[in-house]
């Protein structure tokens, strides 16, 4: 009984839509979704090989397209990952991808291949070029960037 009840106010608090488990989305689908609720946002796109970078930056075109190098042990990534987000829901018409170094030996040589160095590492690309590079976890510096090349 007492596992029931905790399992229910777990799933009552909303921890599924975390992942926890299936009673919260359970408990999405039941409820409908309002026509005004809020727009559908932005979204970065985790990449882990050479294949799925250049079908992205030839999705791209002309459009900007932006790069996060980061992994899983970075403080500096962690600290500015939440950023990221927030500028790939700010900015809809720029493409924003992440590598997590660490995720995969692909995603390690990938992130090697770019010649990356230091974490956390933005690479900004426009017509298969990349036009900018940014080392660190410099928030202004990125958000000014993406100002300066998304036209």
Known sequence: MR??????????????AAGFGQASSLRRVAQPQ???????RAVVIEISSQEEFDKALDGAGGS???????TSWCGPCKIIAP???ELSEQYKNVAFLKV???SSPEADKLMR???????P?????????????????KAQALQDAIEAHMN
């Open 64 to 70: 900007l397209l932006v790069v996060d190098y980061s």
């Open 121 to 137: 590492s933005f690479h900004f690309w426009k017509d298969r070029k990349q036009v900018e590079s940014i080392s660190g976890a």
């Open 3 to 16: 596992g029931l009840v905790l399992l229910y106010a777990v799933g009552a608090a909303g921890f599924g």
């Open 100 to 102: 997590m170094g660490d």
């Open 34 to 40: 309002s026509p005004r609720s809020t727009p559908p």
């Open 83 to 85: 950023k990221f987000d």
């Open 113 to 119: 291949s770019q010649g990356v160095r230091a974490l």
